[in-house]
């Protein structure tokens, strides 16, 4: 049983994605884990990843691997994975890593399992379908064996190993891995961000009662550093507008943290935002149909609770 | 103050959608025969004048590029197809078909009727005009699927999610339809992909839009051809389970939950149809000419399925689809003067060609829609201006079984006005004598004029449990409808009226459209409308609103119904 | 120019999984996944009035050409669908292969995917077809502009956008952000008939059945399985405390 895990990073941190695959990996029960680093002035990232379980760590540390383009990690991933042998490769998803994963598959003729959100000890991946309803387990016929897991599928927890070998690796890379080429880059503010890659939404329904309300799920947004979702039945109404909408005609998101206020529950809402990993609601209601499938549902009045629990958040983030 | 729908008109007017030919010339689109809706009628109409332009290849050529076009505002043929349905086959032959060779659930092996009480069923001999020996059970969604595919071999081009909006009349002849637009925001605005519609020119246009067509109604007020009778609706609304055995034949019932005071006017009745060993599907049709502002005919389908010898038959399944659609049950004193205008032809349902007592349409639309295609290819044969020479068509359909049916039960709607048990009585006589019994016309209302009244109805729907009984967002959830959300409202109502016309129509819909908005303090309301969950049933227009065709392809995506 | 559009036909609708299959029920009614539109859009875009050929491409069964029939009246000049018994179920790579062998024949300028397909979520398959057909791939593009031989994404990621270039030819993935598809007209869809059309079978592209289907697959679908309920779910009701209640609990679950 020997598993690479490909670990991205960014600026001059490894993702955390990427480190709670590392953890699941190690936990798998195998001592043999390695880990690949790819990148321009990556070397002194390799010893966190020792921290994080990896036994060895592959390094290319080259300013060609600076961009964050995808092809020449191929490159790199299959040189390892053929000359070393390993039989599982595990990635966590990204942007980035979608398309390493993919091609590494290709190159290798490899089977690869991805949107998984658990793998067991004899390789049997756990992929949710149908929002979120039901699993499909997914196995591979052969070796070596591709799983994409989706992001924070796993939490990051330093097991305390040592420090790591590390192996620097040089790769040939292939013609078509050398055209494309990054030209320019914008960063982003987080609050920036887009509903559907939002880590917190707070959502308003109607038992906000009016559409100057909104500003109880603007505050409480800002406090958490989301963004602010609606029901149709709001949009409808003209209180908040259609891009802010989540259900079956709206966007449909997974955040880490739903909050859902004055919102009933209907299924057209709740096909938008039932896969959120933690849903949390506040209704007048409580037979509101939310109350089924949030994990902490509160029968309380939103005007009472919501700015006292955005004042205590702010309190606490200091 | 009023409390009748009928005094609150909403604001539409025939007018708004007729007009003269606005694209250029060299960009309309020119088909030789125009079929408006994919539904039995306007399939079984393209099905025949394939037929008739294999034979007589020569006037196919005459039709041009395009010789049989069928505008749908449905994803696909079916998507808007809703029935129960157990149709009489003798159409479907006549179209040249083998009812064994078409996809369906089997002929009727058995039959039963009851009347329900709030725990008991009281099996009945079945009425006369409910014996269903020799014919068949369909998913009516599923045969214009079938039928699609067959009028596409036969020639025919379906041009799905394109709406039929206006018709284009010029100097008094219909000369096609001009399509809806496409992308236009809730204000009216076109978006950055919006497509607009097109004028559609045709030799003749046929109208087989279904119940309430918009293009239908229409065409018969600006032709002035309204008939002697109002038209008047039943709205049926039904439900598909899978479940561990089917029910052997197929049940009807009357009674509970429908009242039999002759006050309320609750007319109707419900019907169980076995789909095959593992489904079934269970439907509630109630007569739209009721008076209780809080009757809602969704939830008595839910109150039904608690019934116990009902909730047995459900015990162990799954709900998996959900679908609502109006019914015509004005029978033959409601049927046009005319079936035709210069350039046009109307079949169907659209005209209200059904046969309420033995609950059968599907068959007379078929028929309609083969004659049709015959009148209408008569005409373009002889070369002649088909303005003049489709009067064949009203001819062919009065010597039809279409007509000598729907005039052997032309007063038996009428009686149960006066409650069911003398509407019972009455209609047996009628339908024992065969129709000689005549007790000279009765005057019908029209639905919307029925004066509204309260009696706590709403006190006795079941609390929906997600598992026997559901709530209106999760049927129109089960119907399909994917509705995209900002386009305009299709939905013509008045929207300050009594607080009683409001929640008659709020408990009206089964798509629950329509909430009360805010109280005036002089008695009215205003009426808030969710157009995105309209599944198109067309009882708002029944009862004092208007349906128009929403964005093509909006609406339910039925499968099963 | 040529630019080939890589499209699939998924369940509409509340789809199913088949119990006996362990598969998506695909007999239901499909449609063009929506994502694709994104990306036939994008290739008409690119086209404009000019003689650029857009050819889509499917893989998929006899139904699947409705799909392609709607890339057809959104302005598409040509379909290709690939549909052989023996490729149904192909997984990620011997789906790659199947389409890689089919782009080979087209030898297009630009080959187009949309970001996802519905009824997979997370599908990734254009960065396994480019490395097949040994090109740069770029993927996420947010915008997409193309001249002389060349090509300028603006990419999006977690982190804002990358604006990366590339030669032709080149793969791209263009997500749903970068445009609003077409409504086809109604003479786009009564022109899309006459289109041409070609189905192609395994032979005709090249492929060995052993390449294809389950038996080309190296992954299997092995069950269907509960997903770990949300566990304790807790219901509470505001006795002035909600608010700190609703704060240890975010705590407890390290989200603040």
């Known amino acids: ?318 | 103050m009023s409390t009748r729908a009928s005094d609150y008109p909403p604001p539409f007017s025939a007018r708004e959608f007729v007009t003269e030919p606005t694209d250029p010339a060299d960009e309309r689109i020119e088909v030789g025969v125009l079929i408006v809706g994919a539904g039995p009628a306007g399939l079984a109409c393209a099905i025949r004048l394939g037929q008739l332009m294999e034979e007589h290849p020569e006037v196919a050529e005459r039709l041009g590029e395009v010789p049989v076009a069928i505008v749908e505002k449905g994803k696909q043929p079916g998507s808007h197809l809703l029935s129960g349905a157990v149709v009489n086959p003798r159409a479907l032959r006549r179209l040249g078909f083998r009812v064994e060779d078409i996809p369906s659930y089997g002929p009727v092996h058995d039959e039963s009727v009851y009347v329900l009480t709030r725990r008991n069923a009281v099996r009945i001999p079945p009425p006369p005009t409910m014996r269903n020996h020799g014919n068949w059970i369909f998913s009516l969604s599923q045969l214009g699927r079938w039928l699609g595919e067959r009028a596409e071999e036969g020639g025919a081009m379906i041009l799905p999610e394109t709406s039929a909006q206006k018709l284009l009349v010029s100097h008094g002849r219909v000369l096609g339809v001009r399509t809806g637009d496409k992308g236009m925001n809730r204000e009216g605005e076109p978006m950055g992909n919006a497509e607009p519609g097109s004028d559609l020119v045709a030799k003749v246009t046929v109208l087989a839009e279904g119940t309430q067509g918009h293009l239908t109604g229409v065409a018969l007020d600006t032709f002035g051809l309204r008939g002697e009778e109002p038209q008047v609706w039943e709205l049926g609304v039904k439900e598909i389970w899978k479940v561990p055995k089917a029910p052997r034949g197929v049940i009807h019932t009357m009674g509970w939950p429908l009242r039999t005071r002759a006050r309320y006017r609750e007319f109707g009745g419900s019907f169980i149809y076995p789909m095959g060993d593992d489904m079934l599907t269970i439907g509630m049709v109630v007569g739209l000419d009721y008076r209780d502002a809080e009757l809602s005919v969704h939830d008595v389908l839910q109150e039904l399925k608690t019934h116990p010898k009902i909730a047995k038959l459900l015990r162990g399944g799954e709900r998996i689809g959900w679908g609502a659609k109006t019914i015509p049950s004005g029978g033959f004193y409601a049927l046009p003067k005319r079936l035709h205008a210069p350039g046009l032809l109307f079949a169907g349902d659209g005209v209200g060609m059904v046969n309420i007592p033995r609950l059968k349409g599907v068959h007379y639309a078929i028929e309609s829609g083969r004659l049709a295609a015959e009148s209408a290819f008569a005409a373009l044969q002889r070369g002649a201006t088909p303005a003049a020479s489709l009067d064949t068509y009203d001819k062919a359909v009065r010597e039809s079984f279409i007509h000598d049916d729907l005039y052997e039960v032309r007063d038996m709607r009428q009686v149960f006005g006066r409650g069911f048990f003398v509407g019972g009585a009455l209609a047996s006589a009628m339908t024992i004598s065969k129709g000689r019994l005549d007790l000279g016309k009765m005057r019908a209302e029209p639905d919307a004029e029925q004066p509204l009244l309260r009696s706590d109805r709403a006190a006795s729907y079941p609390t929906p449990d997600g598992k026997l009984t559901f709530d209106k967002l999760s049927s129109v959830f089960a119907s399909g409808n994917k509705t995209r959300d900002d386009q305009p409202n299709h939905i013509r109502i008045e929207r300050r009226v009594p607080k009683d016309v409001a929640e008659m129509w709020v408990n009206l819909c089964p798509a629950q459209v329509y909430e009360i908005g805010v109280e005036g303090g002089d008695g009215t309301v205003t009426v808030n409308v969710a157009p995105s969950n309209c599944v198109q049933c067309g009882a708002i227009t029944a009862k004092g609103g208007r349906l128009t065709p929403p964005e093509g392809g909006s609406g339910p995506e039925y499968t099963l119904t | 120019m040529k630019i080939a559009v890589c499209v699939k036909h998924v369940p509409e609708g509340n789809a199913k999984i088949d119990p006996s299959t362990k598969r998506l029920d695909r007999a239901g009614e499909g449609a063009l996944n929506h994502f694709d539109a994104n990306a036939v859009e994008e290739a008409l875009r690119v086209k404009g009035d000019s003689d650029t050929e857009v050819v889509v491409v499917s893989l998929g069964p006899a139904r699947a050409a409705d799909s392609l029939r709607k890339a057809l009246a959104m302005g598409a000049d040509r379909a290709v669908l690939i549909s052989d018994e023996a490729a149904a179920g192909s997984d990620l790579v011997a789906t790659s292969k199947l389409l890689a062998a089919a782009l080979e024949k087209e030898s297009a300028d630009l080959v187009l995917f949309g970001q996802q397909a519905s009824d997979s979520d997370g599908a990734v398959l254009w960065a396994a077809v480019a490395e097949r057909l040994r090109r740069p791939v770029v993927s996420q593009a947010a915008e997409l502009s193309v001249a002389e031989g060349s090509l300028k994404v603006k990419r999006q990621t977690e982190f804002g956008y990358d604006v990366i270039e590339s030669p032709l030819p080149a793969v791209v993935a263009v997500s749903d952000a970068i445009n609003e598809p077409r409504y086809p007209s109604l003479k786009g869809i009564m022109g899309a008939k006459k289109k041409p059309f070609d189905t192609l079978s395994l032979a005709d592209i090249g492929v060995d059945a052993g390449d294809a289907g389950e038996p080309g697959s190296k992954t299997e679908v092995l069950g269907l399985s509960d997903p770990p309920s949300r566990g304790d779910a807790r219901k509470i009701e505001d006795d002035g405390n909600a608010a700190q209640a609703i704060l240890d609990f975010l705590a407890e679950k390290r989200l603040v």
């Open chain 1, 1 to 318: 049983m020997s598993i690479l895990v490909f670990l991205e990073h960014h600026g001059n941190e490894l993702q955390k994605g990427a480190l709670g695959v590392l953890t699941k990996a190690a936990s798998l029960g195998d001592s043999d884990v390695a880990a690949v680093l790819v990148g321009g002035g990556v070397k002194a990232l390799a010893s966190e990843a020792g921290t994080f379980g990896a036994g060895k760590v592959f390094v290319a540390d080259d300013d060609a691997f600076e961009p964050p383009l995808p092809q020449a990690r191929v490159d790199v991933l299959a040189k390892i994975v053929q000359e070393h042998g390993y039989e599982t490769v595990l990635i966590a998803n990204s942007v980035l890593a979608a398309d390493i994963a993919a091609g590494l598959a290709a190159r290798l003729d490899a089977g690869l399992n991805w949107d998984l959100v658990d793998i067991t000890g004899d390789w049997v991946g756990k992929r949710p379908a149908l929002q979120d309803s039901v699993y499909v387990d997914v196995g591979w016929k052969s070796t070596p064996r591709i799983a994409l897991f989706r992001a924070g599928s796993f939490d990051a927890s330093a097991t305390g190993g040592g420090e790591p070998e590390i192996v620097d690796v040089s790769a040939e890379l292939s013609d078509h891995s050398q055209q494309a080429r990054v030209t320019g880059q914008e960063l982003e503010e987080a609050s920036g961000k887009s509903i559907e890659d939002a880590d917190v939404i707070v959502a308003g329904g109607r038992g906000l009662g009016a559409p100057e309300n909104f500003s109880l799920a603007e505050e409480l947004a800002r406090a958490l550093g989301g963004a602010v979702g609606a029901t149709r039945a709001v949009v409808d109404a003209g209180w908040y507008p259609y891009a802010a909408q989540i259900g079956q005609t709206g966007k449909v998101v997974s955040p880490k943290l739903y909050v859902a206020l004055g919102i009933s529950g209907a299924i057209q809402h709740k096909v938008g935002m039932q896969s959120s990993n933690v849903i949390v609601s506040i209704n007048k209601d409580a037979n509101a149909p939310i109350f089924e499938f949030s994990d902490l549902g509160v029968v309380g009045d939103v005007h009472e609770i919501v700015p006292k629990l955005t004042e205590l958040i702010k309190q606490r983030k200091g």
